[in-house]
């Protein structure tokens, strides 16, 4: 709760819960746009949590392919989830749990273990009240101890999956006091060939969700472009609600500007009187502005950083993503990321990086793409490239290591060949007995002991460091001591686990076995990725240096001749 004297917020007044569901397509937005929100209410004095519901039979997110639904994203407890909770960590700079993500397999797994069990005293389980009562219950829970809990819908209204979550929402509504609640719906609002802003596609969306017995309070149009006064009009005609209830979420240039761009359509103000917040609120000149000064920033370099991964799909690396821009953020530069793909890099494609300023081998699992992520190590390693390698990237780097420095002839994961002659990356002794893939692996938070005097020390400004793991494979500790003496070292540890690896006498050359993109947020940048950048930014900086000197050397050869 708000802690300021000249909020006046008042704690008995219990949790706001705003609810956001989707219309027309699927991937409109409306995580950002409910993360935006958030944002803005944060800003404004309140504690604001954020619960997102999949409606998917998936029990988490940790076994899907990543071209179906982006990148799994861990939380501190080490829950398996959607990447949308990503969005609201860094949006709203809190640390959520596995409670903050819905599923349908969660929760009728949850049922089913509790008529098993005979919870229910022989009666029918069912859909209404069972699954529903269930859904009302985790939403609740999740939103405990704080001023607004914002739940997002994930899925287009109208999908099969998705009718019990909107009945139970329905109910919802119907329990709670009515200035407690706000639904929120967002759709698409398409151009004409002719230029025209085109309501019907929202009209169709909110009569879907009438029909279910829910009442948009506020309808987010998403377009290219702000919607027209006459569009607005339009909506709010023929869907019921007041015009000013209409707001736009044009397209930004970047998703950190869209809390900007719906502060000024007066979503928030909007929101606080709906709630009867607004004299509650900070007053708007006291509002914390870090937000805004962070994402327009100024930016006076650009860089170019190659992403060698096996997918080539931005969201299954959306992490990655951010995290170098929260580094760019804090060092004044525009990072540019390129994707490069590992299965072509296998075939002697080095070529793809000899114009980008550094390398990234990111996560992943399988044996596809593997070969290719060496030889990105190899390259960084012998041609002083910034490197960082993340998780699996780590684990590629010891082999890289192993086989070309140390003269392990054949050297790799046991993961990728199980019959390799050098083993140097093995499984977990943990895993041994594991059968089930979903939620087994090493998950969630774990401390890492730093050695002083060491890069990882520079960047961490401490001995250890706390950061969210997922591997089921590590570092080999029959092979520790062929590394001893080595330019390669390992600077962190957890126990008799290797957690971060250094090679001297390199401008930058880092890799992890945790996945630091995980806690990076705009205002405190993930270290290692800020390392990166730095280190990226000096060899940008000297190689412009060297092509002006050259230039320069060439001007005074032809003056001279």
Not at 131 to 158: F, L, M, S, W
Not at 365 to 380: L, N, Q, T
Request: proline share 5%.
């Amino acid at each position: 709760m708000p802690t300021e004297s000249d909020t006046h917020y008042d704690p008995d007044l219990g949790s706001k819960f705003i609810f956001v569901t989707g219309g027309v397509m699927s991937g409109l937005g409306k995580g950002i746009t409910a993360a935006s929100t958030g944002r803005l209410l944060k800003n404004a004095g309140f504690d604001v949590t954020a619960v997102k519901i999949d409606p998917y039979l998936n029990v988490d997110a940790g076994t899907m392919n990543p071209y179906q639904h982006g990148e799994v994203y861990v939380l501190e407890d080490g829950g398996e989830v959607d990447l949308d909770l990503g969005n609201y960590e860094r949006f709203l700079d809190i640390d959520m749990t596995s409670d903050h993500n819905i599923t349908t397999g969660k929760t009728y797994q949850h049922v089913i273990e509790k008529e098993r069990a005979g919870d229910y005293l022989g009666k029918t389980v069912q859909i209404i009240p069972h699954i529903t009562n269930d859904i009302k219950r985790r939403i609740r829970e999740a939103a405990e101890g704080t001023d607004v809990c914002i739940i997002e819908v994930g899925g287009t209204v109208g999908d099969i999956e998705g009718m019990p979550y909107l009945e139970a929402l329905r109910q919802f509504a119907h329990e709670e006091p009515e200035e407690n609640v706000l639904f929120t719906h967002v759709t698409l609002v398409p151009y004409s060939k002719n230029g025209e802003q085109k309501t019907k596609p929202t009209q169709h969306s909110v009569k879907e969700v009438r029909s279910i017995g829910l009442q948009p309070d506020i309808i987010v149009g998403r377009c290219e472009d702000r919607l027209d006064p006459e569009t607005k009009e339009k909506i709010a005609l023929f869907c019921d609600i007041p015009t000013e209830a209409v707001f736009s979420n044009p397209d930004v240039e970047d998703v950190y500007h869209v809390p900007l761009m719906v502060e000024e359509e007066g979503l928030d103000q909007y929101v606080l009187e709906h709630f009867g917040l607004d004299d509650e609120a900070l007053p708007p000149g006291e509002r914390a502005n870090e937000w805004r000064d962070i994402v327009t920033s100024e930016k006076d370099e650009s860089v170019d950083v190659a992403l060698v991964g096996k997918y080539d799909l931005e969201d299954a690396y959306m992490s990655i993503h951010e995290s170098l821009k929260h580094a760019g953020f804090e060092l004044g530069a525009d990072v540019n990321v390129h994707w490069v793909s590992a299965d072509e890099m296998a075939d002697g494609h080095d070529g793809q990086l000899e114009d980008v300023d550094g390398v990234i081998v990111p996560g992943g699992f399988g044996m596809r793409g593997s070969e290719g992520k060496i030889e990105a190590v190899r390259y960084a390693r012998e041609n002083d490239v910034p490197f960082l390698g993340l998780c699996l990237g780590f684990q590629m780097a010891v082999v890289e290591y192993a086989r070309h420095v140390l003269g392990l002839e054949g050297a790799h994961s046991a993961e990728m060949v199980e019959d390799t002659p050098h083993p140097v990356i093995d499984i977990l002794p943990e895993q041994y007995e594991v059968e089930d893939m979903g939620g087994t692996m090493r998950l969630g938070e774990h401390t890492t002991v730093i050695e002083p005097e060491t890069l990882a020390y520079d960047l961490y400004d401490d001995t250890s460091c706390t950061e969210r793991h997922r591997h089921r494979y590590e570092v080999n500790p029959e092979y520790f001591d062929q590394f001893d003496d080595e330019p390669l070292t390992f600077s962190g540890t957890a126990g008799n686990r290797m957690e971060i690896l250094e090679l001297e006498d390199h401008p930058y050359f880092l890799g992890t076995q945790f996945h630091p993109e995980y806690t990076s947020r705009p205002g405190q940048p993930s270290p290692p990725f800020v390392g990166l950048v730095d280190a990226v930014l000096e060899r940008a900086t000297s190689a412009d240096d060297t092509e002006q000197e050259s230039a320069a050397a060439d001007t005074e050869t032809e003056v001279t001749h």
